[in-house]
């Protein structure tokens, strides 16, 4: 049994407190949760039974712990992550890693230095029909792989980023880029491969934030394909759209829904036994645009540590991940195309005084 400790217990605490609390997750249990906020942790601390603490250090040092799980605000996971690796115990981080690049190695350096795993969470990987897609993908039915496309079309009014002040700030949460759509944007480079370079353009159309709330962007990969990234939050009045399309010269493969829940295209030019029960098959609908991927990836987490298996995203792979969004900020700051690898200089992710 492997004991998780919460640090941070606000929105997205509340899914990996019933998970772990409720017993959800096979071989996994709460121990423990913190928030430096009155009143946060106490609340959580109570409906699961469990203790809870203001300081993270006091919780790693009270209490047994095999996993801390950061919660905390985008831009403090570096902080955070690396201030909890002194205590030499497994790391899980939701996304996005971090802010900077300088920041994610930092991390990765700690956590490596300390002998201890780093997850960072992308539960979006884990959807049932993501997964039969990268087996489709893996299994070489795309053949030469032609376009891949990303699209959030999300509902984020002002008062969604009014809730918190770090919200919709380049210090602390970024814009659409970074958050919202940080998981397609993984799911695309994940499919698509290595990209070569980014031309991005982007807006702040409905909300008064530092940051974008929309935002196009064309990519060419390794392997010659293109890709396009549409993301906003300024879909109104509700989300209507989290989506992945895969189109090679073997097939094309659409998942949609308003999570990337949903399979609406499985057509192969060389049709397998099964492909006829895809659609019906593989599609779920998840309460809410989480999705049910958390379930599954804490399942991969508790897999990964007790049989030292391989992770499907480690430090090194969310790192990758922030180099493209970095990417892509360095576009929409210089209207240039930018190549990868690259230095961010214009880049405002991350830094104060925008
Ligand atoms: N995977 C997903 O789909 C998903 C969904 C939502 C949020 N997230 C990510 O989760 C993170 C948190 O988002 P949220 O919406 O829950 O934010 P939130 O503001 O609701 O919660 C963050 C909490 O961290 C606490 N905190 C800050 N510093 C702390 C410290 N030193 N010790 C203990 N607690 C501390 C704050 O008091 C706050 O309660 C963000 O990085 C966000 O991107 C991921």
């Keep these: 049994m492997l004991n998780f ?70 831009g403090m996971h570096a902080e955070h992550v690396i201030a909890l690796s002194k205590h030499r115990k497994h790391l899980m981080v939701e996304k996005p890693m971090a802010l900077t690049l300088s920041d994610a190695d930092r991390m990765i350096a700690a956590c490596d230095t300390a002998g201890i795993k780093l997850f960072v969470v992308k539960q979006n990987r884990f959807n049932v029909p993501v997964v039969k897609l990268r087996q489709a993908l893996e299994a070489g039915r795309f053949g030469k792989l032609v376009m891949g496309t990303v699209r959030v079309r999300w509902c984020r009014t002002q008062a969604y980023y009014d809730q918190d002040s770090w919200r919709g700030t380049w210090a602390l949460d970024g814009g659409v880029l970074t958050n919202q759509a940080s998981h397609h944007i993984d799911m695309l480079e994940w499919m698509m491969g290595d990209v070569e370079s980014v031309f991005a353009i982007s807006r702040t159309a409905l909300v008064n934030v530092e940051t974008e709330d929309t935002a196009v962007v064309a990519l060419r990969f390794v392997n010659g394909a293109l890709g396009v990234i549409e993301a906003t939050t300024a879909a109104r009045p509700k989300d209507l759209e989290g989506s992945i399309s895969v189109l090679g ?30 659609l019906s098959k593989y599609s779920v609908n998840p309460p809410n645009v989480y999705g049910f991927g958390h379930q599954a990836y804490y399942e991969h987490v508790v897999s990964a540590i007790m049989n030292n298996g391989q992770q499907l995203v480690d430090g090194l792979a969310g790192r990758k991940s922030l180099e493209l969004i970095s990417a892509i900020y360095e576009s929409i700051e210089t209207g240039k195309e930018v190549s990868l690898r690259f230095r961010p200089s214009r880049c405002r992710l991350g830094h104060r005084h925008g």
């Design 5 to 74: 400790a919460l640090v941070g217990c606000g929105r997205i605490a509340k899914r990996h407190s019933e998970l772990l609390g409720n017993n959800q997750i096979a071989k996994a249990r709460l121990a423990a949760v913190c928030d430096a906020a009155p009143g946060k942790a106490e609340a959580i601390g109570r409906q699961f039974d469990v203790p809870y603490y203001s300081d993270m250090h006091d919780m790693m040092r009270r209490e047994k712990v095999d996993v801390a799980v950061v919660l905390t605000e985008s």
């Design 249 to 278: 010269e073997g097939g094309t493969v659409v998942i949609g829904g308003f999570a990337v829940n949903e399979m609406l295209t499985w057509s192969f030019a060389r049709p397998e036994a099964g492909d006829d029960e895809v």
